[in-house]
C-alpha cells in the first residue's frame, strides 16, 4: 500500500474488540507525540461506527490531554450517552498504555428541513487551487532542493496542501502580518464512499495548519521554530455533506494570543463557496530555550 490516501482510509479503519471498545494503529514516525489529527480522526470513527447510519455527525468536542506515543496502539472507549428521535450522542475515551490521552464527544443529528438559510461568504476570492504550487514546490523553489526530511514527510503526507496566502520565509516578511492563513487542501487520492470516512479524514485535515494562523505574526511557517505548539482543545460543527477528496478551501485566522495559549479559528468552504465545516481550536505555545 504505497497511495498516502489509501493508508489514510486504513489508518480510520479501526479493528472492533468489543461492542464498544476499538483499537488503533499508531504508525512509526519520527514525530515527538501522535499527530492530533490522527486521534481525533479515530476516535470519532470509533464514536460513528456505534450509530445509525442516518445520521451523519453535527459537532465535535475534543480535548487533548497527553501527547500520544508514536508506534504504540491506541483503544477507544465508546460510551453511548444518548439515542433520541433526532440526535445521538457519544463520548469517546482514548487510552494508550494504560492512560487517558484525549477525549471527544460527538453529536449525530438525522437531517431536517428548515424553516431558512444563510451562511458568511468566504473573506475574499483566493487564486484556484490548480494555480497555486504545491507546499512541495514552495520549498523546492526557495531551498533550491528539498530537505531529506521533508521529502520523506511529503510522501507521506494524505492531503495536497496549497496556500493561498503567500508563504513569508523571513523575519522582515512577517512584520505587520494579519494572524490569517487560508489553505486548499484534498485528499491525495480517492477515499472511498462512505461518508464518515470523508468526515473522519477531513477531521484529521483541519488539526494540520489551523495553528499557522496563531504562528503568522510571530514567526516564519517554514523554518527553524521558536516556539513548541501543541493543540489543547478542538471544535468542529459540520454543516453541509462533502468529499475530502474534493479540493476545499480551509481559511483560519486568530482573533487572540495571550498568556501562552493563542486561540484559532477556521471556516471550511468548496469551490462554490458554500461553508462546509466551522472549526475552533486553542493552542499552547511556548517558546524554546526559554
Not at 506515543?69 to 472507549?77: N, S
Not at 487560508?182 to 464512499?193: C, E, Y
Not at 499557522?212 to 454543516?239: K, T
Not at 484559532?264 to 511556548?286: H, K, M, N, P, T
Request: contains cysteine; proline residues 7%.
Amino acid at each position: 500500500m504505497t497511495n498516502p490516501a489509501e493508508r489514510l482510509v486504513d489508518l480510520l479503519d479501526l479493528e472492533r474488540i468489543e461492542v464498544n471498545i476499538f483499537r488503533g494503529r499508531s504508525p512509526h514516525e519520527s514525530l515527538q507525540r501522535v499527530f492530533g489529527g490522527q486521534v481525533a480522526g479515530q476516535a470519532l470513527v470509533a464514536a460513528g461506527r456505534t450509530t445509525e447510519g442516518d445520521r451523519p455527525v453535527n459537532s465535535l468536542h475534543a480535548y487533548f490531554l497527553r501527547p500520544g506515543t508514536p508506534g504504540v496502539p491506541i483503544v477507544y472507549q465508546v460510551e453511548r450517552v444518548r439515542d433520541g428521535r433526532s440526535f445521538t450522542t457519544r463520548r469517546v475515551t482514548a487510552v494508550q498504555e494504560g492512560r487517558t490521552i484525549f477525549n471527544l464527544t460527538a453529536s449525530f443529528h438525522h437531517a431536517e428541513e428548515g424553516g431558512f438559510e444563510h451562511q458568511l461568504p468566504p473573506r475574499q476570492d483566493f487564486p484556484d487551487p490548480e494555480s497555486l504550487p504545491t507546499v512541495a514546490d514552495e520549498v523546492r523553489a526557495h531551498l533550491g532542493g528539498l530537505p531529506e526530511a521533508f521529502e520523506r514527510m511529503a510522501r507521506r503526507q494524505p492531503f495536497d496542501i496549497r496556500y493561498a496566502d503567500r508563504l513569508r520565509w523571513t523575519a522582515k516578511e512577517i512584520e505587520g502580518a494579519d494572524p490569517r492563513s487560508a489553505v486548499w487542501m484534498r485528499a491525495v487520492g480517492p477515499l472511498g464512499d462512505d461518508p464518515l470516512v470523508h468526515t473522519c479524514a477531513l477531521t484529521y485535515a483541519s488539526d494540520m495548519t489551523l495553528l499557522d494562523a496563531v504562528r503568522i505574526p510571530v514567526e516564519p511557517l517554514w523554518g527553524p521554530r521558536g516556539y513548541d505548539m501543541a493543540s489543547l482543545d478542538h471544535a468542529m460543527w459540520f454543516h453541509r455533506p462533502f468529499r475530502a477528496d474534493e479540493w476545499f478551501l480551509y481559511d483560519q485566522e486568530s482573533p487572540i494570543a495571550t498568556g501562552g495559549r493563542g486561540l484559532a479559528r477556521g471556516r471550511i468552504y468548496d469551490r462554490s463557496g458554500r461553508l462546509l465545516v466551522s472549526v475552533v481550536q486553542e493552542g499552547l505555545f511556548r517558546k524554546l530555550g526559554g
